[in-house]
């Protein structure tokens, strides 16, 4: 058997185990282990050892519980609920003005947690009744609802652009400036696209009865719920970002801030801390049983001769280097159809950010717009994790055919922002540049 055949064949076993529904994870460590003992012999197991070594002594993932907790203590004192209540008060009045408030909260539950799953239930739960009660076109309630809650993904803190800037060495301050950029950016697309759609059929997103919207004094006076919040963001993204904090220090300063908004509040008990500290084990434990097998199918497939097929493949594509952009893009936003949003991070970040480097592309733009194409996988059928996320807080009559429909709009405007920022990298790259003094 020829070398090259060797990371074809690892790449076969691997998707062979996930159609048999193996979990990703234990996918990647028994290929790993298998390819590694039968190619070098029992010593070779060590590279699981060294995987598991590795993935615990990272200092910077710490950060990915820190911000998993501080989503659950915000969701579990109701934070989410106050905010929906503040801006739909001001928004109500407005044709789509449900569907605009419910972006404007997923942009901020992006900000304060950086997990979707949190923005995309916290939403289905509160926001999708409310456009539901008032008449709103279904498929556009759920659309909005899973796009802006996806937003956690490209908002800071977004976890998964911590795991990014772990395993590339890209500035996860840079990843945040540019993310933050992005994310305001797709927000303006939905909110553009629901306000086209409004004006164009005026009976698809009603504006609240007159006798139901707030009065100025109303609005006031809900405005006081987005005080916390918002100071809880500047902090943390502000010091992160002005380098006064790393990642995971403001990760820890949100996390107390977080429970701190609600003793204030007068929300937080010990159910709510114990059922947080679960539930944030729980995804953490999965991230790195992720990573450990990950480690250990890079370095087999590393060891095999998989990168240097991988980088020979790509350096005599036809096109040249745009044509590389282009495949991986497609690469990755494939992958986003079927696999978890870390495990692709873990499995294929290493394999082609070098190969793009080397093409002279800037990794921070290939991270950010890697972000966004992990984006597009929660919300892309068949398995986007979104789709499910709604699904599970939806009427039961409410069918996967219903919620892949409503997904599918906002789908095409986040392949429009990837396509707009292949076109104009430096508008994504200006804050990212300031805030690294480049």
Excluded: H
């Excluded at 950060?63 to 934070?79: C, D, E, G, W």
């Excluded at 809880?232 to 107390?256: D, Y």
């Excluded at 114990?274 to 199918?297: P, Q, R």
């Excluded at 986007?384 to 095409?412: H, Q």
Aim: overall charge neutral.
């Amino acid at each position: 058997m020829t070398g090259d055949m060797l990371p074809l064949l690892m790449f076969a076993a691997l998707f062979l185990l996930l159609a048999a529904g193996v979990p990703i994870a234990f996918s990647l460590s028994a290929v790993a282990i298998v390819f590694s003992y039968f190619l070098w012999g029992p010593g070779a197991l060590n590279i699981l050892i060294s995987a598991t070594w590795g993935a615990m002594n990272n200092f910077v993932i710490i950060a990915v519980p820190l911000f998993i907790y501080m989503s659950y203590i915000l969701q579990k004192t109701n934070v989410v609920e106050d905010l929906y209540d503040a801006f739909y008060k001001w928004s109500g009045g407005l044709r789509g003005g449900l569907a605009i408030a419910t972006v404007i909260v997923g942009a901020f539950l992006g900000a304060v947690s950086g997990v979707v799953a949190a923005g995309v239930i916290g939403l289905g739960l509160i926001g999708l009744p409310q456009m539901l009660k008032y008449k709103y076109d279904k498929n556009v309630s759920m659309g909005i609802v899973m796009a802006s809650g996806t937003l956690g993904q490209i908002i800071p803190p977004s976890t998964n652009m911590v795991l990014y800037g772990a395993v590339t060495g890209v500035s996860i301050g840079g990843l945040f400036a540019g993310g933050l950029t992005a994310g305001v950016f797709l927000g303006i697309l939905y909110i553009g696209y629901v306000l086209i759609r409004s004006l164009i059929n005026p009976n698809l997103c009603p504006p609240l009865p007159p006798d139901e919207r707030a009065s100025f004094k109303e609005k006031l006076y809900a405005l006081r719920s987005v005080f916390l919040p918002s100071l809880l963001i500047i902090l943390v993204l502000g010091s992160i970002l002005s380098g006064i904090a790393s990642p995971t220090e403001a990760a820890a300063f949100g996390a107390a801030g977080a429970m701190l908004i609600g003793l204030i509040k007068k929300r937080l008990n010990w159910e709510i801390v114990f059922s947080s500290c679960y539930e944030t084990l729980s995804i953490t434990a999965m991230v790195g049983w992720v990573m450990i097998g990950a480690t250990a199918f890079g370095s087999v497939f590393s060891g095999v001769g998989g990168n240097r097929l991988v980088s020979q493949l790509a350096m005599n594509m036809p096109g040249g280097a745009v044509m590389v952009l282009i495949a991986s893009s497609v690469f990755y936003f494939i992958l986003g159809m079927f696999l978890e949003p870390g495990a692709i991070i873990f499995f294929a970040v290493p394999i082609i950010a070098p190969i793009l480097a080397r093409l002279g592309y800037d990794p921070l733009w290939v991270g950010l717009v890697f972000n966004v194409l992990l984006q597009c996988g929660y919300l892309s059928p068949p398995f986007g994790f979104s789709l499910f996320y709604l699904k599970g807080v939806t009427p039961k009559d409410v069918t996967i055919t219903e919620i892949y429909r409503a997904s599918i709009p906002f789908l095409v405007l986040q392949v429009a922002c990837v396509a707009i920022m292949f076109v104009f990298p430096d508008f994504f790259l200006w804050l990212p540049k300031q805030v690294l003094g480049l």
